[in-house]
């Protein structure tokens, strides 16, 4: 009886486990990504950054910036979203890949803003991915704002 249970769901074990390894290697080189890219960009401050604009800075040009980003879900998370789903409770596991997408779409709105002093009015906006009956496999987030270059910021 041992043996036809573990002949049966001994390849569903090893998928689970390998897609929770390789999920959380991916994750982890995408935070560190992260956090070596919002510090190269932190001098672009964005809405919710508490700095403001000198009112006698002139303002040369704005344009408007966005930033998009669609992170996945790897099976493991979505077994265990599945049994959330079943059983009721926070589905924690697909909490990583919504923080992810929306600090990697303000990231790349950041970085299409190339030069400029700060970001106004920025927005952020999250889109579930599903394929299939309700089956969530990701999220897609864009952010965009209006990009403010000073005059001093052309010229130097």
Known sequence: MLEHLLDEYLPLLVMLLGTFLTGMIIERRHYASILRRELATARIHHLNSGKKLDPKARISQSRLVCGEAVISVEFFRWFVGLLHSLLGGTMREYET????????????????????????????????ISYGLSRFSGVE?????TAIYLEEDRAG
């Open 97 to 128: 890949a919504l923080d992810r997408a929306r600090r990697e779409a303000v990231l790349r709105m950041k970085e299409s803003a190339k030069g400029a002093s700060a970001i106004v009015n920025v927005r952020v906006e999250h889109t579930p």
């Open 141 to 145: 987030a864009i952010a965009w704002g």
